[in-house]
Every structure is written in structure tokens, then in C-alpha cells.
């Protein structure tokens, strides 16, 4: 079943820019993680946050997690031409076994040199 | 880094073939999945094997069976392709413990016709 719901659904910016993606959510979660897609390639993680977090750093990357609201956010700051692709939220229910993660349907980010 | 290797980038295959796609991961990781991925529905689960030889369906294993003989090698099985079984297919391997980030192979473009 489909948890995160990524918004927006494709963002056009300029290299330089700050890009701000968001994911909202269902379910109780015990953590939800970001992931980035290439064209045509496999997903690469990117970063994780965990439910009792609110807010993470990994370079140009920062997350932020609100529980109540059942949404994350993705900001990527200073935008290059390689951070074109796609950007996925996932999420981990609270309480879940083995099973994998539960994707969204991704944000398409394009950066115009 | 850890490795997930999809036997094969692209596949065309016919209505009614037997087709299998093949997944190994080099990190002895205890979790493998396979997901499909298609426009506008983002990723969905098939099957996921938290062991040898054990699996578990996913949100969609119908028309698909797996097979995990080994620790690194966890198999996806098309019984009988189907016009509605082209996709891009992939693989995740994780392991367990807390780390919860699946490390994704760079998948198999299926074209059934």
C-alpha cells in the first residue's frame, strides 16, 4: 500500500537554487528515509530520520520531520545540474517486521544550468 | 560499498514465457526485495526474503514467484509473462540489526510482448 505521498510532483529550478520537496504520510512510522533516483538507474539512499528526530543535516541536504503533521521535508541547498533526478520519500511503519519500505511516488527535480 | 548486481539491464521477452530475473548482493545481507516501478505509481513491493529459502508476499505478488537457495542470490520468477508485467524491476538487499538503509541494484527494464 502506498504511505508517502511526495509533493511536488515535478520542480523546475535554477542552478544556485534551493529546492524543497515534501512527503506526507499515513501511518505511524518509525523512521522515514529519502532516496535519490537517476534516470533509468537503481535508487541511491540519502538520508534518515528517525521518528523521535525533527531535524537533520547530511551537506547540502537537511531534513526536517514533523509527527503530528505526518510530513518530512527534503531542502537541498545551493542546487547543482547533477542533482536532476528523482527524489523519493520512504517510510518505515512503527511496529513493522522484516518487510521493506514503503515508497512514494517521487518528486521529478530539474535544475536548468 | 556494498553491491547489488541485476543480471540484466534490459529483457524483451514474450506473452507466455517463462522469464527470471536474477539478483546478487555482495554484502551477506539477510534481506532482499524486489519492487516494480512504474510511471505515476511510484515503487511497489512484489516479494521479500528475510532468509534462505523464506519469503513473504508484498503488496503485488501476483503473477510473480521468488527463490533465495542462497544468501546472495534472490531470484524473481515471471511465470507466465504478461503485456502488464513490463516494468522496471528492482532489487534491494538490507541487512538487519537497525540499519535500515536498502541498497538498491540498478534494475532491469522488462519489456513483455
Known amino acids: 500500500s502506498q504511505q508517502g505521498e511526495e509533493d511536488p510532483q515535478a520542480l523546475s529550478i535554477q542552478e544556485g537554487e534551493n529546492a524543497t520537496m515534501n512527503c506526507s504520510y499515513k501511518?505511524?512510522?518509525?523512521?522515514l528515509q529519502w532516496y535519490r533516483q537517476n534516470s533509468g538507474r537503481g535508487l541511491v539512499h540519502l538520508i534518515l530520520i528517525r521518528s523521535n528526530e525533527r531535524e537533520k543535516h547530511s551537506g547540502r541536504l537537511r531534513v526536517t520531520l514533523d509527527t503530528s503533521k505526518k510530513s518530512s521535508s527534503l531542502l537541498i541547498t545551493a542546487s547543482r545540474a547533477a542533482d536532476t533526478a528523482s527524489y523519493f520519500c520512504?517510510?518505515?511503519?512503527?511496529?513493522?517486521?522484516?518487510?521493506?519500505?514503503?515508497f512514494g511516488k517521487g518528486t521529478h527535480l530539474i535544475i536548468q544550468p | 560499498d556494498v553491491k547489488v548486481t541485476q543480471s540484466s539491464r534490459y529483457l524483451v521477452k514474450r506473452t507466455g514465457e517463462k522469464v527470471f530475473l536474477e539478483c546478487v548482493q555482495d554484502m551477506d545481507h539477510e534481506n532482499m526485495f524486489w519492487y516494480r516501478q512504474d510511471p505515476g505509481l511510484g515503487l511497489r513491493l512484489i516479494y521479500f526474503s528475510y532468509d534462505v529459502k523464506m519469503k513473504e508476499k508484498g503488496d503485488i505478488p501476483e503473477g510473480y514467484s521468488v527463490s533465495r537457495e542462497k544468501k546472495e542470490r534472490f531470484s524473481l520468477i515471471l511465470e507466465s509473462a504478461s503485456t502488464n508485467q513490463t516494468s522496471m524491476y528492482l532489487c534491494?538487499?538490507?541487512?538487519?540489526?537497525?540499519?535500515?538503509?536498502?541498497?538498491f541494484g540498478s534494475g532491469t527494464q522488462l519489456s513483455v510482448l
Open positions: 501511518t505511524s512510522i518509525n523512521n
Open positions: 520512504a517510510t518505515r511503519e512503527a511496529g513493522g517486521g522484516a518487510d521493506g519500505l514503503t
Open positions: 534491494a538487499s538490507k541487512t538487519t540489526g537497525g540499519r535500515e538503509k536498502l541498497f
